[in-house]
């Protein structure tokens, strides 16, 4: 849920291990702390005021469902890559099942 809340403008305070680490920039769409330690939990919390809603929000774009299928077919497969099995471009969307 780290990527709704930043689309919302919202930073996100975060562990620093695990897969919400990974979407989040430390500083910028959040802070990342260890939650083991609650001077570091304070610090980040802190630091969680000066950051910019604008930049969560562009940072949660990087996420979207626009950006998945624009670069979809690439990761698969670069264009560059002479694969009989690759698919046109012209193929058109991709249905992606979520649940």
């Given at each position: 849920?780290?990527v709704?809340?930043?689309?919302?403008?919202?930073?996100?305070?975060?562990?620093?291990?695990?897969?919400?680490?990974?979407?989040?920039?430390?500083g910028?769409?959040?802070?990342?702390c260890?939650?083991?330690?609650?001077?570091?939990c304070?610090?980040?919390?802190d630091?969680?005021?000066g950051?910019?809603p604008t930049?969560?929000?562009?940072?949660?774009?990087?996420?979207?469902?626009e950006?998945?299928?624009?670069?979809?077919?690439?990761?698969?497969a670069?264009?560059?890559s002479?694969?009989?099995?690759?698919?046109?471009?012209?193929?058109?969307?991709?249905?992606?099942?979520t649940?």
């Open positions: 849920m780290p709704e809340a930043m689309a919302a403008g919202a930073a996100v305070l975060a562990s620093d291990v695990g897969g919400t680490a990974e979407s989040i920039v430390d910028v769409s959040g802070v990342l260890d939650f083991r330690s609650p001077a570091d304070m610090a980040a919390v630091r969680l005021s950051l910019l930049d969560a929000r562009r940072r949660a774009r990087l996420f979207s469902a950006r998945f299928d624009a670069h979809f077919l690439d990761w698969i670069p264009p560059s002479a694969s009989p099995h690759r698919m046109p471009a012209q193929a058109g969307p991709i249905a992606v099942a649940r």
